[in-house]
């Protein structure tokens, strides 16, 4: 897990610039420090950093640096650098960027999980490894089966090869986009990669400028991380399970990627019991995978299905595996008792004698985290879960974990947020299974707390294939015609079918909600020097859930279905049942409508001013009648707090 920066010159470009693209992500990789650069006479030379420890420079290995470059005027023709946390091989033998045969470099952000697999059979081809790391496996594979090598991989992964060579250039994201990899083209022609947004802001000549049709996105929706856009004019993600390949010879104005992954759309033809037993054994196979480490390993404990899973599997894993240490899990909870999970939590941490630790955030000092939240996510959350995830990874840091395994990216295809109901209740109707229909439907008012008429409003949308998908009119937001009368409803951008089993799951996956869950995940880790693992998203699970019929998902208001059944081992009864979820939630109404609403209007009011003219004085009219109960509580204040407060942090001009 680590931080990469790549630039490809057109002639511009220096040392320094390198330099200045790498420095913001020192908290990425706080244990190494390298760069790799081809100069105008197309040299190549390797350099150390500021962070770079004296054994890479004593070490004999061909790719590690004997010095730093004291020359930051040198013109670079292609430069890449790494900042490196060590997970695997701790040695001086894992610097990057790395190569195999001085001819392949790479630099990597990630984990491949079955590198140990992949070294097995490519040692059988002949291949000689100087490493313990995955790193190397990776440059091998590439080098033996090419592209075709990604289709190999079992983890996640954001990486670019070059090729000294030819020249040419090689990059990849996995499938889920669980690492993250950002690109700039610039006006004269450069092109940068990098693994957050701050390290392009951070370019001398970069200027950030409001995107404003994804700030309408986020203000309006709360949605970010849907398009391939960021809230940052001219910045752009790198697709997820996508690959693009070219020379730096010839720098492309608009990167061509290729797709080389696509979800399973096969049917399953077994039955429910055949399903839960083969769910279970992908399940155990990526818990196994990811406890590859060589430093400790801790996991995230919410109380909740996902999390109570992963953490039981991990104790018999070390139970099978002899290791007597009792597992660390991390957890937030609230004192207020309506708002905490920690009755859950208590019976999982009792059943299974785990060392538990739990933190308790609050808003003392909220202004100062608010800052340093938002400048270490790039770009605004849609909740307080961003903060309450900061706090956990930061209890796992305050105990030397370099590893924190999560349940993240289960709910999006297994069904967690009940996005399969109407597809189970259209599918009871075209059965004629009408006790069936009539059962799910009092279900799902009773347990999901929705009205018949709004049950039967969703169930209609969905037998007609028909999205009520009129975009909001801004009431708080000052915005102009012309950027009005071009946007629409962020839905409207969404790739894949909301009607169907595949296209829900796409959805999830791609748009809605995984990518900006992810983005989360990824900052508030490696804000602490911490690699996040998701073993929901081992896409061995992910493709075999695609395959089942929706029957198996969700069933009468149980939602996560199959999840519950096959992993039942692992659950107490008490958490196996559980219908009332909270996650790690914050008592948001609490604090701002009793705690302290003067200090939420103080932080509106602040957000107004530093919005630069993009949010106006009625939302303190909204605030104050939220607070006095006139309307009703919602997140939509948190939203607008954040804008004001990210504008400022990044300075970013309104270019509309």
């Known amino acids: 897990m680590c931080g990469i920066s790549v630039i490809i010159s057109n002639n511009s470009l220096k ?27 197309d040299k190549l030379q390797i350099f150390g950093g500021n962070s770079t420890p004296q054994t890479v420079y004593n070490s004999p290995i061909a790719y590690t640096p004997n010095a730093q470059n004291e020359n930051e005027d040198l013109n670079v023709k292609f430069g890449m650098a790494h900042r490196r946390l060590s997970i695997l091989d701790l040695s001086e033998n894992g610097h990057l960027p790395m190569s195999f045969n001085n001819r392949y470099w790479i630099t990597y952000n990630g984990e491949v999980y079955n ?16 490493t313990e790391t995955d790193t190397e496996v990776i440059l091998a594979s590439y080098i033996e089966w ?22 040419k250039f090689f990059a990849s994201r996995d499938r889920f986009g669980i690492k993250p990899l950002y690109f700039y083209n610039s006006p004269s022609g450069d092109l940068f990669f990098a693994s957050e947004i701050k390290q392009i802001l951070n370019l001398p000549k970069f200027e950030a400028k409001l995107n404003f049709h994804r700030a309408l996105d986020f203000l309006n929706y709360g949605f970010t991380d849907h398009t391939d856009e960021t809230m940052f004019k001219d910045i752009f993600i790198f697709p997820a399970s996508h690959f693009c390949e070219f020379t730096i010879d010839a720098i492309p104005s608009k990167i061509e990627f290729v797709n080389y992954y696509s979800l399973n759309e096969s049917v399953f033809l077994g039955t429910y019991e055949n399903a839960c037993h083969e769910f279970k054994e992908l399940f155990e196979s990526s818990i196994e995978l990811q406890l590859r480490a060589d430093v400790e390993i801790g996991s995230a404990l919410s109380g909740g299905l996902d999390s109570t899973s992963i953490v039981s599997a991990i104790n018999q894993k070390l139970t099978e595996l002899n290791k007597t240490d009792i597992q660390k899990t991390f957890s937030s909870c609230s004192e207020y008792v309506d708002f905490s999970e920690e009755k859950w939590i208590n019976i999982v941490k009792n059943e299974l004698k785990l060392n538990s630790f739990i933190c308790y955030p609050n808003i003392e000092n909220l202004e100062q985290e608010l800052h340093n939240l938002l400048f270490s996510l790039d770009e605004p959350s849609q909740s307080m879960s961003a903060f309450l995830g900061s706090k956990v990874f930061n209890l796992a840091h305050s105990q030397n974990i370099k590893v924190l395994i999560n349940g993240q990216g289960a709910d999006e295809y297994l069904g967690g947020y009940g996005q399969f109901i109407n597809l189970a209740l259209a599918s009871n109707l075209k059965k004629l299974q009408f006790r069936s229909f009539f059962e799910s439907i009092q279900a799902i008012h009773k347990y999901k707390n929705l009205t018949f008429l709004n049950i039967f409003k969703g169930l209609l949308s969905y037998v007609l294939k028909f999205n009520f998908l009129i975009a909001k009119k801004p009431k708080y937001i000052n915005v102009s015609k012309d950027i009005l009368d071009n946007y629409c409803h962020p839905y409207s951008n969404f790739e894949y079918s909301t009607f169907s089993k595949i296209g829900i799951i796409q959805n999830q996956l791609y748009n809605n909600a995984l990518p900006r869950y992810l983005r989360w995940e990824d900052r508030n880790s490696m804000r602490y020097g911490i690699e996040a693992r998701v073993p929901f998203l081992d896409h061995r699970l992910v493709d075999f859930v695609a395959a089942l019929p929706v029957s198996f998902l969700e069933n009468k208001a149980i939602s996560k279905l199959l999840m519950r059944d096959s992993l039942s081992s692992y659950l107490p009864n008490e958490i196996k049942n559980r219908k009332d979820k909270k996650g790690f939630i914050t008592p948001e109404e609490k604090w701002v409508k009793i705690e302290n609403p003067q ?22 009219e909204y605030f104050d009648n939220m607070v006095a109960g006139s309307v009703p509580f919602d997140y939509t204040y948190w939203r607008y707090i954040q804008f004001g407060f990210w504008m400022k942090a990044f300075k970013v001009r309104n270019a509309a």
């Not at 040392?15 to 706080?30: A, E, T, V």
């Not at 090419?146 to 020249?167: P, R, V, Y």
């Not at 200090?599 to 303190?620: A, M, T, W």
Request: net charge negative; with cysteine.
């Open 15 to 41: 040392y320094s610039d390198l330099i200045s693209l790498n420095q913001p992500i020192g908290h990425r990789g706080p244990d190494d420090e390298g760069y790799l650069i081809v100069d105008e006479s």
């Open 115 to 130: 590198y140990l697999e992949i070294k097995k059979e490519l040692v059988e081809l002949g291949y000689e490894f100087k």
């Open 146 to 167: 090419g592209h075709q090598c990604l289709n190999k991989f079992i983890g996640m992964w954001a990486f670019i090869i070059f090729d000294s060579e030819t020249n």
């Open 599 to 620: 200090l939420f209007r103080k932080l509106l009011e602040k957000s107004i001013e530093y919005s630069n003219g993009i949010l106006n004085e009625n939302i303190l």
